[in-house]
C-alpha cells in the first residue's frame, strides 16, 4: 500500500511559476513509476506527465510540454512538478499517481495509488 500527499498548489497570475510536490510513504517507492494528472472543473481527469521508476523515462501531454517538468527523488520519495509559464486553462485540481510497474504511463487507469489533490488556480 502506497500513500501519497501533494503539495504546492495555489493561486498564480498567468505567466507566472508553480512547483507541485509529492511524498510518498512506504519503502517501495522507487518501484513505482509516478503520474501527475489533472481535472478541470466539469471536465474528465486528464494525464500531465510520467515518469519512469529511474526518472530516465518522462512523458507528457502536448498542452503542457516544455512548460512543465516532472522528476522525481527516490532517496527522498518525493515526485514534483514544476510548472512554468502557467495559463488560466491549467487551472485545476492536480493529482498524483503512482503505478506499480518500473515503466511510466499516459493511461489513468493503469495507475494504483492515487492523492487527494492539489487545487492550481491560474488568474488572467
Known amino acids: 500500500q502506497v500513500q501519497l500527499v501533494e503539495s504546492g498548489g495555489g493561486l498564480v497570475q498567468a505567466g507566472g511559476s508553480l512547483r507541485l510536490s509529492c511524498t510518498a510513504s512506504?519503502?517501495?517507492?522507487?518501484?513505482?513509476?509516478m503520474g501527475w494528472f489533472r481535472q478541470a472543473p466539469g471536465k474528465e481527469r486528464e494525464f500531465v506527465a510520467a515518469?519512469?521508476?529511474?526518472?530516465?523515462?518522462?512523458y507528457y501531454a502536448d498542452s503542457v510540454n516544455g512548460r512543465f517538468t516532472i522528476s522525481r527523488d527516490n532517496a527522498k520519495n518525493t515526485v514534483s512538478l514544476q510548472m512554468n509559464s502557467l495559463k488560466p486553462e491549467d487551472t485545476a485540481v492536480y493529482y498524483c499517481?503512482?503505478?506499480?510497474?518500473?515503466?511510466?504511463?499516459?493511461?489513468?487507469?493503469?495507475?494504483?495509488?492515487w492523492g487527494q489533490g492539489s487545487r492550481v488556480t491560474v488568474s488572467s
Open positions: 499517481a503512482a503505478r506499480r510497474k518500473f515503466a511510466a504511463s499516459r493511461t489513468i487507469h493503469e495507475y494504483d495509488y
Open positions: 515518469i519512469s521508476w529511474s526518472g530516465g523515462s518522462t
Open positions: 512506504g519503502r517501495t517507492f522507487s518501484m513505482y513509476a
